[in-house]
């Protein structure tokens, strides 16, 4: 694997609420200088994100009901819309995680089946937010089944802001994990890729995450990622290669 294929397994957060208008640019640059495969921003910064990365060969993808997926059928539908006005090549929707821990699979199958539709149209990509740290296996396993049915482009583990109150009383998010990677991989059919995201911050965390079954990593920690990367393919031990000593 070369360090230019693992830049195109990297969606490039930029979610978090605090980050100014010149963090969003400058995300964006770093973005386009190791070639991700996208830069997901904040819907707003959609707009300008198009403009910072055009003619880059980097994609720009946004949220949709982030981070909670509670906002109704139609709102998500005007916000895919507003977003693919704005730019967006692929949309990351959370799903409505109360609805699925209620089991109510109509409306969820409704909710995702509505959202695809229209992304099929515009012939963009829809990734479906299961939020797992939520989520029983079944739970899982029926969303990988009901996502599948819907053709969607990937089924994706985690916000990174999907904290769970455990019995010490402090809230915290586990995201992606090589348990959830590998059921979500069995469970979805061969045409639907699933997106690891949530925790990945090392070179190692990424390569466990591809070996486990994922075609695409959501990270806010791609410098870091890519200079292991890129010192491990100039002469550190491991599979890495660079093979142009001047891409970065």
């Known amino acids: 694997m070369t360090c230019a294929e693992i830049a195109k397994l990297i969606d490039h957060a930029l979610l978090h609420p605090t ?14 200088k190791y070639q991700t495969a996208s830069v997901c921003v904040k819907p707003y910064a959609l707009r300008n994100a198009a403009d910072w990365l055009r003619n880059s060969g980097v994609m720009v993808t946004t949220v949709i009901g982030f981070p909670h997926g509670s906002n109704t059928i139609l709102q998500k539908y005007q916000e895919s819309e507003q ?11 959370v799903v409505n995680i109360g609805k699925v821990l ?13 959202i695809q539709q229209l992304v099929t149209e515009k012939n963009i990509t829809l990734k479906v937010i299961f939020e797992t740290d939520f989520l029983s296996n079944e739970h899982k396993i029926k969303l990988c089944g009901i996502s599948s049915e819907s053709n969607v482009g990937f089924v994706k583990t985690s916000t990174g802001f999907g904290f769970v109150k455990h019995s010490d009383g402090n809230f915290r998010t586990v995201g992606a994990t090589a348990e959830d990677i590998k059921l ?3 469970y979805s059919d061969p045409q639907v890729e699933v ?9 190692n965390d990424l390569l ?10 959501g990270t806010g920690s791609t410098q870091a990622i890519m200079e292991e990367a890129l010192s491990t393919g100039n002469g550190g031990p491991g599979i890495i290669r660079n093979d142009d000593k001047n891409a970065y």
Do not use: P
Not at 19 to 32: F, H, I, S, V, W
Not at 195 to 203: C, E, M, Q, Y
Not at 208 to 217: D, F, L, P, Q
């Open 19 to 32: 980050l100014t208008d010149k963090e969003l640019e400058a995300g964006c640059r770093l973005a386009a």
């Open 83 to 93: 977003a693919i006005e704005d730019g967006a090549v692929e949309l990351d929707m």
């Open 102 to 114: 209620s089991e109510d699979w109509e409306y969820v199958t409704e909710e995702i089946n509505t």
């Open 184 to 186: 979500m991989r069995k």
């Open 195 to 203: 997106k690891a995201s949530g925790g990945i911050r090392t070179l």
């Open 208 to 217: 466990m995450m591809v070996e486990c079954g994922a075609t695409r990593i």
